[in-house]
């Protein structure tokens, strides 16, 4: 296959500086001392992209994505390694690259069809076209620092993919984009593939990853991990986040039951592995109170990413600071805007605990099934009892974390009714 695309040794460094003066001491110091110490942003990568499928790059903050991007695209340079590019690159990076804010919409597409070469024919040719895909109306006359995140992100996208890029690189701007938009994104995506062209696509929805890559890299922390097929790096990005990875396969079974006792025996909590809310909800009597909670899937990782129709266990861990009559342990699952969208509790499920003497640990564990729409929802789990018909709050945690649902199939809803199609033609 030809490649258009190929990264060799690829190394970039970031000098850190303890204090401002260090630098001033470092460029002027007649013995060279150095007053830095190296941060490695990525260390040794190593690829190539073959042109015409859809390359993703998936890996957690700080991993070196965007990074990685800029070198390709020529925003940054390497400290060491070799790029090649072979094609015309047009590049989506964040919002506000390659972009005049004090400019109008319009005045900016002209800038970017001048850079990227276009006469000013090819250019007037190309703005009705550009104008129609970013649908943004009457603003296009308005500078684009005025613009909403939205219309910027429109524009920017009607810009990159109508000056006929050969390579298109992506990195997360699709997020800030309305569902129709990026429906409309991702149909061109498509129509990209088919035309022979190459995609470089950076981002953390791991359903788009499972539905639009040809192949995927894995890098965390500046280092590669793994080049595959997107269901295995999916699942590889599934266990660095829950701090499960380990390089070592041989030894991964062992390892992970020696996870389990340490976070038994030793303290450690399952909940400060996951990404919890900075804007939780928490509250309560403290008659009982929540003090860990791990979310694992059906291989026993500790994770909040989950298959559709995969089935979730969900464990939560309580201790009694009073003597409690028929506690109550409840969870759901609730869309971004506030909707429930499925949930249960020991109540509902006819269990009855009788009464929980003071100072008593106790494990509740949940097992349920997420047939959902690939998307993001919000977990909430609470102990709560009854007091003469009156609710008790003894603790509750609102939107404490989220459950990622991911697929490569779409559906209609919030629930996927697995449809299976047949047809005949007579």
């Known amino acids: 296959m030809e490649k258009v695309i190929e990264i ?5 460094k970031y000098p850190l500086y303890a204090k401002n003066s260090d630098r001033f001491f470092e460029a002027f110091n007649p013995f060279k001392k150095s007053y830095h110490k190296d941060f490695l942003a990525l260390n040794d990568i190593n690829f190539s992209v073959n042109k015409g499928e859809c390359f993703g790059i998936i890996g957690t903050n700080g991993s070196g994505k965007s990074t990685l ?13 070799d790029v090649i590019v072979n094609g015309k690159v047009s590049a989506l990076l964040e919002l506000g690259a390659g972009f005049n804010m004090d400019y109008t919409g319009l005045e900016n597409i002209s800038m970017n069809c001048m850079v990227y070469g276009y006469t000013k024919e090819e250019t007037n040719n190309l703005i009705p076209k550009i104008c129609e895909f ?18 910027f992100a429109r524009l920017a996208f009607a810009v990159a993919i109508n000056i006929n890029p050969e390579i298109l690189i992506v990195d997360e701007a699709l997020s800030v984009g309305d569902i129709f938009f990026q429906a409309k994104c991702y149909k061109k995506f498509e129509e990209f593939k088919k035309m022979g062209k190459t995609i470089l696509f950076v981002t953390h929805d791991m359903t788009s990853i499972l539905k639009y890559c040809d192949r995927v890299m894995v890098l965390n922390r500046g280092e590669f991990i793994q080049i595959g097929n997107p269901a295995e ?10 701090d499960s990875y380990h390089d070592k396969e041989e030894t991964k079974e062992e390892l992970k039951e020696e996870k389990q006792i340490k976070e038994l025996e030793d303290g450690s909590k399952w909940m400060d592995k996951l990404p919890i809310n900075p804007q939780k ?10 003090i860990d909670f791990g979310l694992f899937d059906k291989n026993g990782n500790l994770t ?22 028929d506690p109550i342990f409840t969870f759901k699952l609730k869309n971004r805007k506030g909707l429930e969208i499925e949930g249960s509790n020991t109540w509902y499920e006819n269990i009855e605990f009788g009464e929980i003497k003071e100072g008593t640990k106790m494990m509740v564990t949940f097992k349920f099934d997420v047939p959902l729409s690939a998307d993001q929802y919000l977990l909430d789990i609470s102990i709560t009892r ?8 003894l603790s509750r945690n609102y939107e404490i974390t989220t459950i990622d649902v991911i697929s490569g199939k779409q559906n209609v809803g919030f629930v996927d009714p697995n449809c299976k199609i047949e047809f005949e033609k007579e």
């Open 69 to 81: 991007l800029k070198i390709i695209t020529g925003v940054l340079s390497q400290t060491e390694g």
């Open 8 to 12: 060799k040794h690829l190394t970039k």
């Open 134 to 151: 970013a649908d943004i109306g009457d603003f296009i006359n308005q500078p684009v620092k005025s613009y909403s995140s939205g219309m």
């Open 304 to 325: 909040n990413s989950f298959d559709k129709f995969s089935t979730v266990t969900l464990k939560v861990k309580a201790i009694f600071n009073q003597d409690v009559k």
């Open 386 to 393: 009854f007091e003469n018909d009156n609710l008790e709050i």
């Open 281 to 290: 909800n928490v509250y309560g009597n403290k008659k009982a109170e929540i």
């Open 233 to 242: 790096c999916v699942n590889t990005f599934k266990k660095i986040l829950s």
